[in-house]
């Protein structure tokens, strides 16, 4: 889920980096790095915290040249340190590069291990730190070559951001599972992040996605140079639409925020209830909630207040943080509540700690009944390609029927969104990747990952 950044041919690079990544601050607050290249040598700068905490003004009298790459992290591998924050930078034979990865790679276990036979020293737990010693130890001559060759022996879910003294690379997995689209500045330099709303911070003309199985290449004085590396197997992941996007972003032409008021129509078609009043979880089940009552013709209400100066709980690495966080977080309007058969409308549904504690917090304001409905379907599968479910037991619908999710959260109801229902919201000009909901692991299963000896011999 991480964010991704890479500027190449401006005067401003790091601060047009900064400015990309503090509008995809949603996307990870674990760490934050930039990393830039002056043409001689590469400058980093990575630490733990959120982008406004991280750079200050003095920081960018460091960040000097005109190509910078940065990162926003969402831990789903390694460990919550200074020593798992990206980019990551590396001398080899070739001189510098710097790496920035929003993904994960399936085969990661497998191919570490085998390099630590041969004598890698890893640092860090990142399946980023694969790519980078995939690359050291290339026997290519050349960057490019040698970037070609490691794309060969990984598998998974990855959009990339190499960064060598002169020049940027960019890759998108050929499955396209998360987003990145490339865009114009007006000085003429180029950007790539992983969503659109960076270039509406930073006042770039948006140009395509890059595609899928793609790799462009940025060197001074010339145009980026575009090779399609992979054959195309188009699966996006659908919950760039649910949860992740920020709703103004557009991911593969269509608009983050309609998509997820059309999930809330369909919702309301498949799990109507008869109630009062509609409110969302804020700030992600806003525009869901907007179409359910749209749907129902029932009024929508922000009865619930959220405090914007406390995370998201979701991606917090610990359970007890998600758990305190929500009274932190969120407090219901009791004027409101108080006497009325309400509906709730969440995004997605993982662990169900933070919709319970919702359940009571609405009736210890006075409805009468709560009726849960989630614009999604029921995640029942660990997503091996960046989401922050490792394990199914984590997962409540995984183990229980609705009718028992909802007894356990005291709700009178509880709905999800149809696989079929989310389909059909989402447009059938592509079959999306549903990992979390269907389980079919398209990409990175045993019949699409080398073996080791295939790897390195």
Not at 7 to 19: D, L, P, R, T
Request: charged share 25%.
């Amino acid at each position: 889920m991480c964010a991704i950044v890479g500027v190449y041919g401006s005067e401003n690079a790091a601060k047009i980096a900064y400015y990309a990544l503090f509008s995809m601050q949603h996307r990870g607050q674990e760490s934050t790095g930039i990393s830039t290249a002056d043409g001689k040598r590469i400058h980093l700068i990575k630490e733990r915290g959120l982008v406004t905490d991280v750079f200050k003004e003095d920081t960018f009298r460091l960040l000097q040249g005109s190509c910078a790459i940065g990162h926003n992290r969402y831990s789903t591998a390694g460990d919550d340190s200074i020593l798992d924050a990206q980019p990551v930078f590396a001398r080899y034979k070739l001189g510098e590069i710097s790496v920035a990865h929003n993904g994960n790679l399936v085969n990661k276990y497998e191919v570490r291990n085998r390099l630590i036979d041969r004598g890698a020293i890893f640092q860090t737990g990142m399946d980023t730190e694969n790519i980078v010693h995939l690359i050291a130890k290339s026997q290519e001559n050349k960057l490019e070559a040698r970037i070609k060759d490691m794309l060969t022996k990984i598998k998974g879910a990855y959009c990339l951001v190499i960064q060598s003294r002169k020049k940027m690379f960019v890759i998108r997995d050929r499955f396209g599972i998360r987003p990145l689209s490339l865009g114009r500045l007006k000085d003429g330099g180029w950007i790539v992040a992983s969503e659109t709303c960076a270039f509406d911070l930073v006042g770039a003309e948006f140009i395509r996605d890059v595609r899928p199985g793609e790799m462009l290449t940025f060197e001074e004085g010339k145009e980026p140079y575009s090779e399609q590396i992979f054959e195309p197997d188009y699966h996006p992941c659908a919950f760039e639409y649910i949860y992740f996007a920020r709703p103004d972003s557009i991911i593969d032409g269509k608009n983050v925020y309609n998509m997820r008021l059309e999930m809330g129509r369909q919702l309301a078609r498949e799990t109507p209830a008869d109630i009062d009043l509609v409110l969302p979880v804020p700030d992600s089940g806003v525009a869901a909630a907007c179409g359910f009552a749209e749907q129902l013709g029932v009024p929508f209400e922000m009865g619930i207040v959220r405090n914007h100066y406390v995370g998201r709980t979701f991606i917090e690495p610990t359970q007890e943080v998600r758990e305190l966080k929500v009274k932190l977080k969120l407090s219901p309007i009791r004027k409101l509540i108080e006497g009325k058969r309400v509906a709730i409308v969440d995004d997605s549904l993982v662990r169900g700690t933070t919709s319970r504690q919702i359940v009571k917090m609405l009736k210890d304001a006075g409805a009468t009944e709560v009726h849960m409905r989630i614009a999604a379907p029921e995640i029942k599968y660990p997503c091996r390609y960046g989401i922050d479910t490792p394990t199914k037991t984590e997962l409540i619908s995984a183990s229980y029927t609705p009718a028992e999710i909802a007894k356990k959260m005291n709700a009178e109801s509880l709905g999800f969104l149809s696989i079929e229902g989310l389909k059909k919201s989402l447009g059938s000009d592509r079959t999306y990747s549903l990992v979390s909901f269907d389980g079919n692991y398209f990409a990175g299963g045993s019949a699409e990952s080398p073996s080791c000896s295939e790897i390195f011999n």
